[in-house]
């Protein structure tokens, strides 16, 4: 029953490690129930990242999930002063329209009944690299 779970993630800022993780607990917030929080009480949540490009202000990475909690990337991006670029909600300046830059680039699994490998990846839609495009140019 694993499933590995990667995203490409553009964030606001240069990151400084090559790799990391945000192991941080996330719960609902108690004034906001649309928003996630990070809460001492909340579940256990781990996301890993890779860095893999650097622009002049932002940062892409390769997040994969140890845990799949609501809104998680956005949570742990933001907690480390990196919000995911033009995801308002979670502390961006930017507003790049009905989305913000988080894509799901792949999802692998273990086949239910055969447990043969299943494997599903996922190009950058043309709007997200557009918006690359853009702050890549800069």
């Not at 192991?23 to 890993?48: F, H």
């Not at 890779?50 to 002049?56: G, S």
């Amino acid at each position: 029953r694993i499933i590995e779970r990667t995203y490409k993630v553009l964030v606001e800022g240069l990151v400084d490690n090559a790799f990391g993780a945000v192991d941080a607990p996330i719960a609902r917030s108690t004034t906001d129930y649309r928003k996630m929080v990070i809460s001492a009480g909340g579940k256990p949540s781990v996301t890993n990242f890779e860095r893999l490009e650097q622009y002049e202000t932002t940062t892409m990475l390769l997040c994969k999930l140890e845990s799949g909690r609501t809104h998680q990337i956005r949570v742990h991006m933001g907690s480390i002063g990196h919000p995911v670029y033009g995801d308002q909600k979670y502390g961006s300046k930017f507003d790049i329209g009905d989305r913000f830059f988080l894509h799901s680039q792949s999802l692998a699994f273990a086949h239910p009944i055969t447990d043969e490998p299943c494997n599903f990846e996922s190009l950058l839609p043309a709007d997200l690299q557009a918006v690359l495009d853009s702050v890549s140019d800069t």
